[in-house]
Structure formats: structure tokens, C-alpha cells
């Protein structure tokens, strides 16, 4: 089950990272660029810990600092309760 899980999984970052990939070509990914999603990301954890419904895909950009965020386990797990309230888990099963 978990290799069917993961292989799920990989097929659908693959579609992530062609976007990314996109955007990159086209010069929407600079550091000023990510650097201009920190707040909206901030805004984003806040409402993520209130929403008590399914939360809306965030932008790409957005997507890509969330993930980022997510690289560091310890860091985000407490970042996530001190903006949030409560650890935020990202089910990229959409």
C-alpha cells in the first residue's frame, strides 16, 4: 500500500514541478518573487488553523514555499502551532 501511496504521490508533484518549471522559465521565480509570498504564506497558516473545512489549493508560488516549509519537519511543525494553533497538513491527494 505505502509504494502505491508514494507513486501516487510522485505522479502528482510531477504536474507541480512542470508548472514550477514553467514559471521559472518565464522568470516568475526569483528570490524577490518568493521573498513577496512570506506574508500571504503567514496569512495563509492563520486560515488554515481556523478553516474547518478542507483549505483552498494555494498558488503556486505559495505551494512552493508551503512545501519548502515543510523540508525543515521540526521547524514547520512549530511554526505551524505557534501561527496556526495546530499543525497544518498538506494532503496533496487533490
Known amino acids: 500500500m505505502l509504494q ?3 507513486v501516487s504521490a510522485v505522479r502528482r508533484q510531477r504536474g507541480f514541478m512542470r508548472q514550477m ?3 521559472e522559465h518565464a522568470g516568475a521565480v ?3 518573487h518568493l521573498a513577496a ?3 500571504p504564506y503567514r496569512a ?3 486560515q488554515a488553523g481556523s478553516a474547518d473545512k478542507e483549505l483552498q489549493v494555494p498558488g503556486l508560488l505559495l505551494d ?3 512545501h519548502t516549509h515543510m523540508l525543515h519537519p521540526q521547524r ?6 505557534r501561527i496556526a494553533g495546530r499543525f497544518v497538513d498538506h494532503d ?3
Open 4 to 6: 502505491t501511496d508514494l
Open 21 to 23: 518549471l514553467e514559471l
Open 30 to 32: 526569483t528570490a524577490e
Open 37 to 39: 509570498e512570506l506574508e
Open 44 to 46: 495563509f497558516l492563520q
Open 64 to 66: 512552493l514555499v508551503w
Open 76 to 81: 514547520y511543525a512549530s511554526e505551524c502551532r
Open 92 to 94: 496533496d491527494d487533490a
